[in-house]
């Protein structure tokens, strides 16, 4: 049997975001392992699958979650927006899956942090995630400090989020702590309408005075 990491859109319907194919494997799934109910129900209705008829059980709230796969059914695994397992819950249901034998299978769809890498015109062929930076004001300048050094050291573009409301203290950080030189990436509301990926120099965006706001965002760091 196979669990089926299936990623789910950013924003805006699914038919928009996943191709075909992954669309159809997913129609064929009754059971799911999911991070929050409610989007789950929405992303299934939207594909105009039966909810009351599906099982739908969320990772936080029971252990056994690979009991579909024991009984011979395929398993999909659902986060709320983007890949399951990448900044995501689900890495630890992918690792007991191959732990017991079964076959792990990601599906076609959006990466907020892909598709912001894509969109920068930073370093590709070297890149790191760092997830979430410090929230602590004392602790966030030094990190930030670090993976400074680290992208200059390696040629490396470093990606980290936050969360929305918390977008524009992280921004002002930025600008305080890094090098005039240094390139910066806000790559905000990936996929909508109201998308907005700019890269410029910390000493360009110093001079732009620009808030991010309290929209998705994904952060990208190249020090030269």
Same mark, same amino acid.
């Given at each position: ?6 990623? %789910? ?14 669309? =159809? %494997? ?20 939207? $594909? ?7 099982? $739908? ?17 395929? #398993?999909?695994? $659902? ?17 007991? =899956? ?49 993976? +400074?050094?680290?992208?200059?050291? +390696?040629?490396?573009? +470093? ?12 921004? =002002? ?8 030189? %240094? ?6 509301? #990936? ?7 700019? %890269? ?6 110093? $001079? ?17």
């Amino acid at each position: 049997m196979i669990l089926y990491a299936i990623p %789910t859109p950013l924003g805006g319907a699914p038919q928009d975001a996943l191709p075909a194919p992954a669309l =159809a %494997t997913i129609r064929g799934l009754r059971d799911f392992a999911v991070e929050n109910a409610k989007s789950a129900r929405a992303f299934l209705g939207a $594909l105009g699958m039966p909810v009351r008829e599906l099982n $739908l059980v969320e990772i936080e709230k029971q252990r056994d979650l690979l009991a579909p796969l024991r009984a011979g059914r395929a #398993l999909g695994l $659902l986060s709320e927006a983007g890949c399951p397992a990448i900044a995501d819950p689900g890495a630890q249901l992918v690792e007991a =899956a191959h732990r017991e034998g079964f076959r792990v299978v990601p599906l076609i769809g959006p990466s907020s942090i892909t598709l912001a890498l894509m969109a920068s015109g930073l370093e590709g062929q070297r890149f790191a995630f760092c997830g979430y930076l410090p929230r602590d004001a004392a602790e966030r300048p030094q990190r930030i400090k670090q993976l +400074e050094q680290r992208s200059r050291r +390696e040629r490396e573009t +470093e990606i980290f989020i936050e969360t929305p409301y918390r977008n524009d203290a992280l921004f =002002a950080a930025l600008l305080e702590v890094c090098g005039p030189q %240094t390139k910066l990436c806000v790559a905000a509301d #990936l996929t909508l309408a109201t998308e907005s990926v700019r %890269t410029r120099a910390v000493a360009e965006w110093r $001079l732009e005075k620009r808030a991010i706001g309290k929209r998705p965002a994904v952060f990208l760091l190249l020090a030269s």
